[in-house]
Nanobody
Framework: QVQLVESGGGSVQAGGSLRLSCAAS????????MGWFRQVPGKEREGVAG???????GYADSVKGRFTISQDNAKNTLYLQMNSLKPEDTANYYC??????????????????????WGQGTQVTVSS
């Protein structure tokens, strides 16, 4: 059974930085893409950053130039480095993994429906 466990969330002032981690385990099938998503109560979950198995990445316009996604395959860990944080970045952040090739195509990399494994989330709060 695939397990994704996020860590690294917390509270920070605007302009600060955080690094989220996601430890993955239990894979018995291929892993095509991994991504970070976020959700605010009352709103839909949205894609923040994604990385394909070949290493190509994609970002939401709102975080481009501030967030960086990376992975350490030896450690089975996904990261999200978040710099220059803004109050509007406040959300519960989720790690996700995909086993189909849907996420390889363009904007599907950041589409919730393209992912079939999810972590429990970690809260990020940015104060002004």
């Amino acid at each position: 059974q695939v397990q994704l466990v996020e860590s690294g969330g917390g509270s920070v002032q605007a302009g600060g930085s955080l690094r989220l981690s996601c430890a993955a385990s239990g894979y018995t099938s291929r892993r095509t893409c991994m991504g970070w998503f976020r959700q605010v109560p009352g709103k839909e979950r949205e894609g923040v950053a994604g990385i394909r198995s070949g290493g190509s990445t994609g970002y939401a316009d709102s975080v481009k130039g501030r967030f960086t996604i990376s992975q350490d395959n030896a450690k089975n860990t996904l990261y999200l480095q978040m710099n220059s944080l803004k109050p509007e970045d406040t959300a519960n952040y989720y790690c996700a993994a995909a086993s189909s090739s849907t996420c390889y195509s363009g904007s599907w990399l950041l589409a919730v429906i393209a992912y079939n494994y999810w972590g429990q989330g970690t809260q990020v709060t940015v104060s002004s």
